[in-house]
């Protein structure tokens, strides 16, 4: 009999049933003599055929195509002043990680190369369950406003009638939401076409709350740098890649691993105490916006280190779930409203792709027991056995709480409101920085020509000319340049409320 072993091994394997009865001939079919139609007796055929029709799973709704792998994450630095989760409670502690990384818009077939943000979702298995980080490689994000997310991605999708990407669609979401510019302005520089998905950076770009011991919180910014720097491609290449080599991205993540030069990031966070956070001239739970490195400094954490292929995509990849609410004690979400919004709609998104059960599939199981009163569901792979599922007095679950459970905390109150951000003067000052002092000249030509390639092909003048007067409300400079080069009229900064009238932060009391 074949050993367990076998299974998953490289092995020599009999060939079986999925029952795991032997087959003598695996590509024969029974039939009424050697003419003759099918029979419906032949469980062997008939399970291959119905099998082989639900292979396929939906794909994410975003961040469909992908490549990932594993590896571990190790505390280099103390943060215990800041956080009591038991992942950062010592220097040297090791927690395996799995990562995802994904491009965004496109199809699960579409090229590694496309335009946008990068994503890089993080699984780490601590002895205190499941953090996921799921991060961009930008560190700001195109909303604030989070059911403008359902209509923003449509508008970068396919068009409902002719089934195309279209250029006038997604010029006319992004012109009339611009709040989008500062992550517009990232993505068409070359930083929107990185040379592969391990090669940049991540972050998590909400703030979260770190909370220590004592129940005092911090609000932190996570980012996760890559030691050998960030590499990007021009269009040019990245058009060149989409046609010759679309999976080069999966290629080059697997291929560095199996030659040993094992992709490796630091950790590190930013962050800011809640007076610091009341004082601050805009509202740092704005997600369209970074927090000054000067004022807010990187502080290091840990390292990570990928150094292990999967060896099943579909089962240690696709069926991975990254979610921003898989948190842990010590580690909470700040009230960002994109973020409130992701908390729940990945696990939402993953009970629809993978079924309600798929924390129990084994890239998503807990290193440490699960124990609960969920049970049942499709494909419950672990159903806790005998425990009851309710707490009984004869073998009940213990409770655990960590100190900080009755100390400080956030406290809220107000009547309900239909909220909606509005676009002020401050939301033009991060990308005009980034346009004016942090891209040299070549960045900036590039810019140009990259959103001129893109704007070019809108058909709408109209279209065209609101979005240059969003460039223009950047840097005049900047939407004359893309004018001249797109041939139409140069236009005049769009005209926006002043910087004092946006929304600050504000505790609640
Ligand atoms: C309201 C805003 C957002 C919504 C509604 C949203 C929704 C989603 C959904 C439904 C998925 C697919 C999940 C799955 O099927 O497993 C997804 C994937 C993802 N999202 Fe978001 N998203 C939002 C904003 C963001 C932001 C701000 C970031 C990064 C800072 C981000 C990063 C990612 C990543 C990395 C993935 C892929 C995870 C994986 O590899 O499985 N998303 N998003």
């Not at 996921?132 to 490689?137: A, E, G």
């Not at 842990?328 to 059960?357: C, K, M, T, W």
Request: include cysteine; glycine fraction near 6%.
């Amino acid at each position: 009999m074949p050993s367990q072993a076998v299974f998953g091994s490289k092995e020599q394997a009999v060939y079986t049933t999925s029952t795991g009865a032997p087959v003598s001939q695996p590509y024969a079919a029974q039939r009424i003599g050697k003419y003759g139609p099918l029979l419906l007796q032949d469980f062997h055929h008939i399970d291959v055929l119905a099998h082989f029709a639900r292979e396929r799973i939906p794909e994410r709704v975003v961040h469909a195509k992908g490549a990932g792998a594993h590896g571990y994450i190790e505390v280099t630095h103390d943060i215990t002043d800041l956080t009591c989760a038991a992942l950062f409670d010592a220097v040297g502690n090791k927690a395996p990680v799995t990562v995802r990384f994904s491009t965004v818009i496109g199809e699960a077939g579409t090229s590694d190369s496309a335009r946008g943000p990068r994503g890089m979702g993080i699984k780490i298995k601590t002895e205190e369950g499941n953090l996921d980080w799921v991060f961009n490689h930008t560190p700001v994000f195109f909303i604030r406003d989070p059911a403008k997310f359902a209509p923003f991605v449509h508008a970068q999708k396919r068009d409902p009638q002719t089934h195309l990407r279209d250029p006038d669609m997604s010029w006319d979401y992004l012109s009339q939401n611009p709040e989008s510019i500062h992550q517009v302005v990232i993505l068409f520089s070359d930083r929107g076409t990185p040379a592969g998905y391990h090669r940049t950076h991540a972050y998590s770009a909400h703030a979260f709350k770190f909370v220590n011991s004592e129940g005092k919180f911090v609000y932190v910014k996570i980012h996760v740098i890559n030691d050998a720097g960030c590499k990007t491609m021009t269009a040019v290449e990245a058009t060149r890649l989409a046609g010759e080599d679309p999976d080069f991205g999966i290629k080059s993540l697997f291929n560095d691993i199996v030659a040993g030069n094992y992709p490796s990031y630091t950790v590190y966070i930013q962050t800011m105490t809640s007076e610091e956070a009341e004082n601050f001239r805009y509202n740092i739970l704005d997600v369209t916006k970074v927090w000054p490195q000067a004022k807010y400094p990187l502080r290091p954490v840990g390292k990570i280190v990928l150094n292990k292929n999967p060896e099943n995509y579909f089962a240690e990849v696709e069926q991975a779930a990254f979610a921003p609410a898989h948190l842990v004690p010590g580690i909470e979400p700040s009230a960002d409203p994109v973020l409130q919004a992701r908390l729940f709609v990945y696990p939402d998104a993953q009970r629809y792709r993978l079924g309600v059960n798929y924390g129990q599939l084994a890239v998503n199981v807990p290193v440490v027991p699960v124990a609960n009163f969920q049970r049942d569901g499709f494909m419950a792979i672990k159903n806790q056995g005998f425990r009851p599922s309710y707490q009984s007095s004869i073998l009940p679950l213990q409770y655990k709480a960590k100190a900080y459970e009755h100390a400080e905390h956030e406290v809220f109150l107000g009547a309900a409101l239909a909220d909606l951000s509005e676009v002020t003067e401050l939301d033009f000052e991060q990308p005009r920085v980034l346009w004016s002092k942090v891209l040299n000249d070549e960045d900036r030509t590039h810019l140009v020509r990259n959103v001129a390639g893109h704007l070019g092909s809108a058909k709408s003048a109209e279209i065209k000319a609101r979005q240059l007067s969003v460039f223009a409300a950047v840097d005049q400079d900047l939407a004359d340049r893309i004018a001249d080069a797109i041939g139409v009229p140069r236009v005049q900064p769009q005209k926006v409320k002043p910087a004092e009238e946006a929304l600050r932060f504000r505790a609640p009391s």
